[in-house]
């Protein structure tokens, strides 16, 4: 059993530009946008906090301002509720103001993932951390942080969340080149960021959870500008392995990637499906549907 500290903190990069989802994010951001009754950044908190987080530092930019209030207390909001006897409501509202505590870091460019964490590195300190993405969605009985940091607990080091991607899709991830130790366990040797078609070593993909030992600002603040003019942290990942053991881990859960049209739209009617107030009608207004209807009209 490892001795390692305490996974306490959690970085929530924040400050990208939602440009897949325009113009719905011209104004409001990405992680804003409600997956049926929340925020979907809501959903991966809850997650986090789940997981035993006790402190989440949102790395936001230009424009974001609505996820800090919406974390924040509405003392207007909450007097008008208790006066409306609005009891369910208002206890709702409390719950997201007070499940963890808040830290707002400012990434003045969209310079990449590696850079957001980097932007967190004097809150962060000497410890190990976290690094959620929140428009990755995870639906497990355990949350899947949770997961990775018992793998974190049981052997120490980096940990970083797996998910096996077909082949025809795995170019579109950062991929890593490791050895089995488990069902579910990689020792992690190399990463490769978004392979060429054909060469990935795996189709074990990096998805958006992250366990990273301080060890890693070391190497992103020498990491320079990569693909776009971003600092990545799949390459600063790469260097951490090879000074100490990281380790790749298959969660247990359903992962959707809300960060796209189409992920987003099979979140939002899962997890209405899911949903034990709208579920049984919903389920219903579907049985009514006739997709072929809607793909003739859409051709019209």
């Not at 969605?137 to 991607?165: T, W």
């Not at 959870?209 to 992103?220: M, V």
């Amino acid at each position: 059993m490892s001795t390692a500290k305490r996974i306490r903190k959690a970085v929530f990069p924040a400050a990208g530009l939602g440009t897949r989802f325009l113009p719905a994010t011209k104004a409001s951001p990405k992680e804003m946008l409600p997956l049926v009754d929340k925020p979907m950044i809501q959903y991966v908190v809850e997650e986090a906090v789940a997981a035993g987080i006790d402190h989440i530092i949102l790395v936001t930019g230009r424009g974001k301002r609505a996820i800090e209030d919406h974390f924040d207390r509405n003392v207007e909001l909450e007097r008008h509720l208790e006066a409306k006897g609005k009891t369910q409501a208002l206890q709702s509202i409390e719950k997201i103001s007070n499940m963890v505590d808040f830290v707002y870091v400012r990434q003045k460019e969209p310079l990449g993932l590696g850079h957001a964490v980097n932007c967190a590195r004097d809150l962060i300190g000497d410890e190990p951390f976290a690094v959620l993405l929140g428009d990755d969605i995870i639906d497990s009985a355990k949350p899947a942080l949770g997961q990775m940091i018992a793998v974190y607990e049981k052997h120490g080091g980096s940990v970083l969340a797996l998910q096996e991607v077909p082949k025809e899709q795995i170019h579109l991830y950062g991929v890593i080149e490791g050895t089995a130790m488990d069902d579910r366990t990689y020792r992690v040797h190399n990463m490769v960021e978004k392979p060429p078609k054909g060469t990935a070593p795996s189709n074990l993909a990096i998805i958006g959870r992250y366990i990273l030992t301080p060890r890693i600002f070391d190497y992103l603040s020498l990491q320079e500008r990569g693909a776009g003019g971003e600092i990545q942290l799949t390459n600063a990942m790469e260097r951490l392995a090879e000074a100490e053991p990281v380790y790749g881990y298959l969660f247990d859960g359903k992962r959707y990637d809300a960060g796209s049209k189409l992920g987003f739209l099979e979140a939002t009617v899962e997890f209405a499906l899911k949903n034990p107030e709208l579920g049984p009608a919903f389920r219903d207004y579907l049985k009514t549907l006739d997709p072929d209807a809607f793909c003739a009209a859409s051709h019209r």
